[in-house]
């Protein structure tokens, strides 16, 4: 029982974030585990039906990121979490008189925006309610909880997908709603972030500042979370592209598949805390950074040679490509949460995270395809051109990290500390 004390936290307010990021991610993994059955099946769709609603969902989204991030500004991070987090959960339950193109739509364009606001709500509460030096370490915590909750999520669906039964089908969502009610009842019984009680009303804050804070305006950070973007796409490569090598290009078994997404996992939950330990500066972030970015090369330089190798060998080395990539994960995770939390204006922190999942969005909409196409069809110079795009995207987050921090001081913002 010690052991998984230690593992949720070192403090009671982190494990009880923990515990919040358990239920969170369990709710949302039984519903992903389950949707593409569950929109086929009991909605109706096709799947090209489908993958146009998240397309049109993902586009508006990315176009109302920065003012959805502003709400937890104007109102307060804690509050606007809260109350996004149980409108999410009461969303769920509408899943099951959806049917049909246009309110499969509708409906995911109100999800996806709901779940933005909720996210940049979060982190925003984050950065708040921890001194700096805890910042970068309570993340990592979390992160580590997420994992366990999508995996205990992914469970329980296919438990349910295992029947081939509508009926346990359509227990999909209300399990989710279920779970994320609970989970807006945790975030509603947080303590309140420190700026967040000020006696100043924040939006005189705001209104004082003017458009010159605007985190829009500060183009390093902008510049800054694209390249973040770009060294995230280590899920491209985790996720998408090495499956689809493997199981095109090698020799390997498929069955490896699971023994490669298991290995992700655990050393998401048991490595992302040592990852981030001691990351607290800028200086430490661009660190981790660089950290992550040569996992991600070393990955490509060792999947790409497995078109050639055989038996064992393959297997081998495509495990091995497989530990470097979840490497970059960690790191590039652990660098990305300390800039955040070092180049964000206090006063601004739900609008700055809204920012940065526009830069992020920016980063990564783009990898997919062009990674899929790089290493299936140019093979060997493929696999070296996406290598190149990281060690880019790793060379030039430095001076856009450094132009966000002289922005925030021309602004005479002091970002170690709360509003």
């Known amino acids: 029982m010690r052991w998984l004390v230690r593992l949720a936290g070192p403090t009671p307010l982190v494990r009880r974030l923990s515990t919040q990021s358990v239920l969170s991610a369990f709710g949302d ?13 009991i909605v109706g769709l096709s799947a090209a039906q489908v993958g146009l609603g998240l397309s049109i969902a993902g586009a508006v989204t990315f176009a109302l990121a920065v003012p959805l991030g502003k709400l937890g500004d104007r109102y307060g991070a804690k509050r606007v979490w809260a109350i996004s987090s149980l409108v999410e959960a009461l969303l769920y339950l509408a899943w099951l008189a959806i049917g ?13 925006n709901v779940s933005s606001a909720s996210r940049s709500a ?43 039964d509508d009926t ?51 183009k390093g950070y902008v510049a800054m979370s694209v390249c973040g973007g770009v060294l995230g796409t280590h899920q491209v490569l985790l ?10 290009e090698t020799d390997a078994p498929r069955v490896l598949l699971a023994w490669l997404f298991g290995t ?3 050393m998401a939950v048991l490595l992302q805390v040592a990852a981030a330990r001691g990351i607290t500066t800028v200086a430490d972030s661009l660190r981790a950074q660089r950290r992550g970015a040569y996992f991600f090369v070393l ?6 040679v497995t078109h050639d190798t055989v038996g064992w060998v393959t297997i081998l080395l495509v495990w091995i490509g497989h530990v470097t990539v979840t490497g970059a994960e960690l790191f590039q995770s652990a660098g990305e949460w300390g800039l955040q939390a070092e180049l964000s204006d206090p006063a601004r922190r739900g609008e700055y995270q ?14 997919p395809a062009a990674y899929t196409f790089l290493a299936m069809e140019w093979g060997t110079p493929g696999w070296i051109v996406i290598a190149t795009i990281v060690a880019v995207a790793a060379v030039a987050i430095h001076p856009a990290a450094r132009a966000a921090e002289r922005h925030l001081t021309r602004m005479g913002v002091d970002t170690a500390q709360p509003a």
């Open 168 to 218: 346990m089908i359509r227990a999909v969502p209300l399990v989710t709603a279920g779970l994320l009610v609970l989970n807006a009842v945790l975030v509603a019984r947080l303590p309140a972030a420190i700026h967040h009680t000020e006696e100043a009303p924040l939006e005189a804050v705001l209104e004082e500042a003017g458009d010159k804070r605007s985190a829009l305006r500060n």
């Open 100 to 112: 049909g193109l246009g309110a499969f739509i509708l409906m995911m364009i109100v999800l996806e």
């Open 29 to 41: 993994g039984v519903f992903l585990t389950g949707s593409a059955v569950f929109f086929t099946q």
């Open 239 to 248: 996720n998408v592209v090495i499956p689809l090598w493997l199981v095109s």
């Open 354 to 367: 809204g920012v940065s999942q526009l830069g992020y969005t920016l980063g990564t909409v783009w990898a």
């Open 299 to 304: 990955s490509c330089g060792i999947v790409l």
């Open 122 to 164: 979060r982190n925003a509460y984050r950065f708040d309610v921890f001194p700096r030096e805890e910042r970068v370490a309570s993340n990592a915590y979390f992160r580590a909880a997420r994992n366990v909750g999508y995996t205990f999520g992914a469970l329980l669906a296919g438990l349910a997908l295992a029947t081939n």
């Open 264 to 266: 992700n996992t655990v």
